[in-house]
């Protein structure tokens, strides 16, 4: 999509909203609004907390990329989200990451990623992760960062929580649909999220800063990166929360931080 086409985008763009969905206080609202971006991304109900599919889909989808199968790994999954999810690694790695920005040549670039992969395994360990996830994660970054950057809308954001948190909003949608767990246990993870959001992040820009790091470091750590394909997701979602931060009938105009 071309620049016009983008521009254009952003005032032919309407909602998906689900018809006769219960109300929602005010704090399920800001909840929701943490996955709205996702919600843009699949079409997804903006007002409701459903992907509208069957539970058969639903378990289909949960058993592939997130290893659910029942309500015991779907806690499982909200206790990681939650207690970790990939803000430890973020944190392990971010100095090194800041270190690649800033070198001016390709030597001091290489002498850099050499000293992260041999000292990551000890940092690791001090922020609850291993030296294995470490080093793949920068390496990853490292390997890829030059064709994915000029997409990105923060360089090392100091917190990547907005990523773990939208995701626990995304999970809690097919979840439900799968019948893993009852509406209020969703509402409730939902809720912790929105608290690990708030106290990471200061606006919803820098909650989009957070989760758009987050997403594109994930996938140039989730091994064999391909630059191209993270460059348009990057792009893709970007777009989506350029909707979010600027047309006034979104739910993060709506909401205060």
Do not use: C
């Not at 970790?84 to 390709?106: F, M």
């Not at 470490?134 to 960062?145: P, Q």
């Amino acid at each position: 999509m071309g620049i016009l086409g983008s521009i254009k985008g952003l005032f032919t763009f309407s909602y998906n909203t689900l018809a006769d969905a219960p109300a929602l206080t005010t704090e399920q609202e800001r909840g929701l609004a943490l996955g709205a971006v996702y919600a843009l991304e699949g079409d997804l109900p903006i007002n409701a907390l459903t992907m509208e599919a069957d539970a058969r889909t639903a378990a289909k989808v949960l058993k592939g990329p997130w290893g659910v199968v029942d309500t015991a790994s779907a806690r499982e999954t909200y206790r990681y989200l939650l207690d970790s999810g990939h803000r430890g690694v973020y944190q392990a790695v971010r100095p090194y990451l800041q270190e690649l920005g800033a070198a001016k040549k390709r030597s001091e670039y290489v002498a850099v990623q050499r000293r992260g992969v041999e000292e990551l395994p000890a940092v690791a360990q001090r922020h609850g992760v291993t030296g294995e996830e470490a080093v793949r994660y920068f390496n990853g970054y490292a390997n890829t960062i030059y064709e994915v950057e000029r997409t990105l809308p923060e360089q090392y954001p100091a917190s990547i929580a907005g990523w773990d948190a939208a995701r626990v909003v995304h999970v809690s949608r097919l979840f439900l649909d799968a019948g893993f767990v009852e509406p209020v246990e969703a509402w409730a993870a939902i809720a912790q999220a929105v608290q690990l959001a708030r106290a990471e992040h200061t606006s919803w820009a820098d909650f989009n800063a957070g989760f758009i790091f987050g997403r594109a470091l994930w996938q140039m750590g989730s091994g064999g990166p391909d630059a191209e394909r993270i460059a348009r997701d990057v792009s893709t979602f970007q777009l989506n929360s350029e909707r979010l931060l600027t047309r006034e009938d979104s739910p993060w105009a709506r909401l205060t931080w």
